[in-house]
Structure formats: C-alpha cells, structure tokens
C-alpha cells in the first residue's frame, strides 16, 4: 500500500510540475502569486511530500482548475 501512495504522489508532483512549466512559471514566480511556500512547492513536485488539502485547493485554483482535474493523471 505504500508504493501505491509514493507512485501517487510522485505522479501528482509530475503533474503539477508539468502544469507550472507548460504556463512559463518559475517556481518562485507562480508561489508567489499563489502564497505558497518555494521550499514546499519543489518538495511535491519531486513528490517527496503530499500536500494538504488546502494546499492542493491553492494550486488547483491557482491553474484555475478543480482539484478534479488537477487529480486527473
């Protein structure tokens, strides 16, 4: 079960990386604009960390998304 929970969120940093880099942001730049932490950011695209809920509704609303779509990989 837990190499289950690793894949996922490793392939939800992917994702989130994939997205930051497809709109031209710099990690610092779109944390910036969104009130999220650098550090933290780089730590769930590398998908070391799950993010909290709270955090993934920062991000998905800061890709002006749902956290649906944002979860769909």
């Known amino acids: 079960m837990q190499d289950e929970n ?3 969120i490793q392939r939800l940093g992917k994702r989130i ?5 497809s709109r031209n942001l710099t990690r610092d730049n779109f944390c910036y604009k969104n009130y999220l ?6 730590k769930y695209e590398k998908g070391l960390v799950e993010p909290k809920y709270t955090t993934l509704v920062k991000i998905a609303k800061a890709f002006d998304m749902t956290i ?3 979860l769909d990989f």
Do not use: I
């Open 6 to 8: 690793k894949q996922l």
């Open 17 to 21: 990386y994939d997205l930051r880099k």
């Open 37 to 42: 932490d650098p550090s933290n950011l780089a």
């Open 68 to 70: 649906s779509e944002l």
